[in-house]
């Protein structure tokens, strides 16, 4: 058997075309469970290498029923992030700040935002991810690569090419796949997901006397009923319930607990005939039912149509759908009784199918992983607490899934109250089953080649080209960015602290205090000609830069900011004597309030230099030679048109004394916003 599975490991790879790119996580479907993995992943690991892979154009959520007037059924507090990071730039509050609505939204009163309003949150959240995401890509295939890693085959529907990444972990959240009866026939029936487009496609005139047969007793249903009887003044709807009517959403408080993230956890920790029986008890919580103040005006809609003297809406108890196909002059519902077995036909215009979704992992997509999934004694798949596969041996690589694993966690698993804390379950796996992330590690961009691994050599081009870009994030889509000077201190933190000062009137110092912060050290860069190569070449740009990134915090220590800015000026003289800012110099005594210092402990350093390292050796020394040629150039006339003031070769600008101090204390003035 061992040799089977080895066996059965290695083959997909003789035929599978060959990944040019690796990542630590792929995700299979962009919705908002991976929305708030990603999330989860920037915030808590952000060096992961992540890619998402959506079948869709664009980032959408359930386009098809976001009905005029529905609302959502959870608070808002329970979005993407703020039950698992409060300060996090991703909440719902942020997005209404950004939208400019927060003041006009706490006006409301109201803790259930529309549907419409929380689709444009997840996709206003999700375009702050678009460079993780290829949209348009039909995940085709996933197969094992070795024992740690998977190959991952999509098909581009804008081209039909069928490319390959591989992962270290896959994360499948694929949403539902429409649930359709057997018998329905596709040409008359549309399921809820579909409601809004085709629904008005099929029945354009809404004046006409219509009929349709709606199918389902859960929210989607009484939704759906209530759009029709509104915008269809002469329309009669069939309701097929597998019930004696549509019931109530049982939604008290202490029922609601079922979707507290510890719930989740303890419900896995039952036994397995517990658990499904627990599902059954708390099954109208989520599934079959409707939320009450619906149900109210749904019945209060029906009595005006009474008190008119017509009836407009039919309620078929204890029923079922068991066919949908052509009649005379339109479609033909089959309904049966589920008491007596009876069955009845019904002529109507349209079948809508408010039937649900299945959830599970795709047979065919996963062919190659599935021998090596363990299953329950139920058939469903084994997974960790942190939502983890139970893969068989020798396969160690990570399979995730988000919404499948309802039998294991409860109600909630395919809701969205529980998406914060699963997400950080995730991410916390991975990052304890592949240990820290490191620069090869971070993202498969930049390429291999580019990566600069010699902690030195990126040390030297920090501590050479001090003039840094400080970037802090003061909100999704709105950076500060300052440009100044750093020193170096290597003996301080594991990887070394940087020092630096600005204005206090500067935004960004509101933004570093015990705050992440990006550095950007560029050192020489260049245009390289072809004609620079002896062989055929494209024109190229060479660059040599560092990026850093390390936690900020305030330092209010007068003496110790007065000591940075003096080793600053001592590492920053060209020529050798006597220090040029002293500590005692009194007119630090007269700015120094106006001055905020800051350190930054590195907690990751990447070097990205691109030096022509795709050439042969004889091409990257002339390339070289060029880059040295322009690093050592003066740009005289350059500085002197900005300056308005030509400055004469060979002159050395005078150097009046003192005003090290101005440049150094209250010389970088402003911070630039991007």
Known sequence: MP?????????????????????????????????????????????R??????????????????????????SFLKDLVSLRNLASPYSFLNYLKHRGRLERFVNLHEFHPSRAEYSDYLAWAADDFSE??????????????????????????????????????????????????????????IHSSEFLPRFAERLPD???????????????????????????????????????????????????????????????????DRRAR?????????????????????????????VKGRRRLFIHPYSRLVAAGPGEGGTLATVQDRLDGTTTTLPCDLVVL?????????????????????????????????????????????????????????????????????????????????????VDRAAPYPPDRHVERDAERMYAVVERFKFATVISARGTDDPVVTQLPLTLDRSRGGRGVLFGHLDRENPQAR?????????????????????????????????????????????RDRERIVAGMCELAARSERNPGPPTLEPDNERIDKLIDFVVGFEVEITDIVGRFKLSQDQEERERLRAAHALADTAGTDHRDLIGQLLGMPLDNGRTAPNPGGGIVESLVGGDGSGHHV
């Open 354 to 438: 408010a039937t649900g979704y299945e959830r599970r992992l795709d047979r065919r997509t996963f062919a190659d992983v599935l021998p090596y999934v363990r299953h329950d004694p139920e058939g469903e798949p084994v997974l960790t607490a942190a939502h983890r596969v139970a893969l068989t041996p020798p396969l160690t690589a990570g399979l995730y899934v988000q919404g499948l694993g309802e039998s294991s966690f409860g109600l909630g698993d395919t809701l969205l109250s529980l998406l914060p804390f699963r997400s950080r379950q995730i991410v916390d796996d991975i990052a304890a089953r592949l240990g820290p992330a490191s």
């Open 206 to 272: 809404t004046e006409r006397a219509h009929r349709i047969v709606l199918v389902g007793d859960g929210q989607s249903a009484g939704e759906i009923a209530m759009q029709a009887l509104r915008e269809y003044p002469a329309i009669e709807v069939h309701l097929i319930a597998s019930g004696i009517a549509p019931r109530p959403t049982d939604n008290s408080s202490f029922v609601n607990e079922q979707y507290f993230s510890d719930s989740s956890r303890r419900f896995l920790e039952q036994p397995a």
């Open 278 to 306: 627990q599902l059954a008890d708390v099954r109208n919580s989520n599934y079959g039912a409707v939320e009450e103040r619906l149900l109210d005006d749904l019945y209060r809609l029906t009595y005006l149509d009474e």
């Open 132 to 189: 993780q995401v290829r949209y348009g890509a039909d995940v085709v295939g996933v197969t094992p690569h070795g024992t740690s890693s998977f190959d991952v085959r999509y098909r581009e529907r804008s081209s039909g090419r069928t490319r390959t990444v591989r992962a270290r972990n896959v994360v499948v959240a694929p949403g539902g796949r429409p649930r359709i009866p057997e018998g329905a026939d596709l040409d008359h029936v």
């Open 49 to 74: 290498g992540c890619l998402f892979l959506e079948r869709g154009p664009c980032f959408r959520w359930h386009p098809g029923m976001l009905l005029e007037g529905s609302r959502m059924q959870i």
């Open 3 to 47: 040799g089977l599975l080895n066996d059965a490991l290695e083959s997909p790879l003789a035929s599978g075309p060959s990944p040019t790119e690796t990542y630590d996580v792929v995700g299979i479907g962009f919705g908002p469970s991976n929305l708030a993995l990603a999330i989860a992943a920037r915030e808590i690991d952000p060096l």
């Open 511 to 555: 933004l570093l205090d015990d705050r992440p912060v990006t550095l950007l050290f560029n050192g020489p860069n260049s245009y390289i000609s072809p004609t620079v190569y002896e062989t055929d070449q494209l024109p190229t740009w060479n660059s040599i830069t560092v990026q850093v990134r390390g936690r900020a915090r305030i330092v």
